[in-house]
């Protein structure tokens, strides 16, 4: 009997030397000390030993269980030691080396643009609205005299909702939720996300922006919708800068009119940017048709008012000088941090 504790000592100071861990350690704690471990056994092998030897070897057995025990807790205490020795080493902070500066962003370009726009025409006394993106087919087409049969539903095809909603192909449904609320005169401008069935290139994206004017008042003439645009365009893109207006079609302007300004680049020369032309088309524009006037509850009579509209992205692309619409979307920060 003395041999086999003396044997057990000599296994568990064997398996403590080679202990990984608090875990491995209960695992021994069990194979000497529980209830089928090692010395269990050898205690209840005592069951067979003569009464007088039971005493002797009781003592033996528990004076092993104590010394056991010992070694398991010395273990214990030197294996948490270990670990917190460990984790301080390993969480330990120098606070000597140079910190690591924070990446800073830009505004986006378009940011910027739409932020000018906002100062342009807050500046004349125009407010800032902005409306839903999923229209039903009377605000995104009907309400803006675009009939049914009209060849523009085609060429603004978008997507669709199972009960006949889109999202909106252009900012132009704003102008008519603003004349049916009814808040007249009214001069408010609607940037915001638009929507078509277009394939992705360097000048098309299913989804872009633009920026919607609408005023409303009392004798509102042509002659204050070109003056309104003249002065913008020669605050976005310089003093210097001369507009142009080409006489277009647009369903729910009559007249309409398309803006050109003058190329940012050879200042009206002709250059490759402006195809030789010297002038860039930057928005559409009309005195508001009186028949959306009048659908939309405004007397054609006793008011008349204008609109216009414009690509933020195309706006963008002219004021910095980039080629790719695709840029835009792409959020590459090595591109964005030019601006
Ligand atoms: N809605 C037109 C488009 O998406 C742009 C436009 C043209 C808006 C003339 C207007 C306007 O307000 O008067 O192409």
Do not use: W
Request: aromatic fraction near 8%; charged fraction near 25%.
């Amino acid at each position: 009997m003395t041999d086999k504790l003396a044997e057990l000592e000599r296994q568990c100071a064997r398996r403590i030397a080679e202990l990984a861990g608090l875990k491995e350690l209960e695992q021994l704690r069990l194979d000497m000390l529980g209830k089928k471990g090692e010395l269990t056994t050898l205690l209840k092998s005592l069951g067979s030993a003569s009464p007088e030897e039971r005493p002797a070897l009781g003592r033996l057995v528990n004076s092993a269980r104590e010394n056991i025990e010992k070694m398991l807790e010395a273990a214990k205490a030197g294996i948490q030691t270990r670990e917190t020795a460990d984790r301080l080493s390993a969480e330990r902070i120098d606070v000597t080396k140079p910190g690591k500066a924070p990446q800073f962003g830009a505004k986006h370009p378009m940011t910027t643009v739409l932020d000018s726009l906002k100062d342009i025409f807050v500046g004349m006394g125009y407010s800032i609205a902005e409306g839903p993106e999923i229209e039903t087919p009377y605000y995104n087409f009907d309400s803006l005299n675009i009939s049914a049969t009209h060849p523009a539903r085609s060429e603004q095809d978008t997507f669709y909702f199972a009960n006949g909603d889109s999202l909106r192909t252009s900012t132009s449904p704003m102008q008519v939720h603003i004349m049916e609320a009814g808040q007249l005169p009214v001069r408010a401008i609607c940037p915001g996300r638009v929507y078509r069935r277009d394939e992705v290139d360097a000048t098309h994206a299913p989804v872009f922006h633009q920026l919607e004017g609408i005023v409303v008042d009392k004798g509102v003439t042509m002659g204050d919708l070109k003056g309104t645009l003249e002065l913008f365009a020669k605050e976005l893109f310089g003093s210097g800068t001369k507009v142009r207006f080409r006489p277009h079609y647009f369903p729910f302007t009559e007249p309409s009119a398309e803006m050109d300004v003058s190329c940012f680049v050879c200042g009206g020369q002709g250059c490759r940017v402006c195809k030789h032309e010297g002038f860039i088309e930057i928005l559409g524009c009309g005195m508001i048709h009186p028949r959306v006037l009048e659908m939309s509850g405004i007397d054609p009579v006793v008011y008349s008012g204008f609109a216009f509209g414009m690509g933020l992205e195309r706006i963008s692309m002219q004021r910095f000088g980039i080629s790719d619409l695709r840029l835009l979307h792409e959020n590459d920060v090595r591109f964005l941090k030019q601006f």
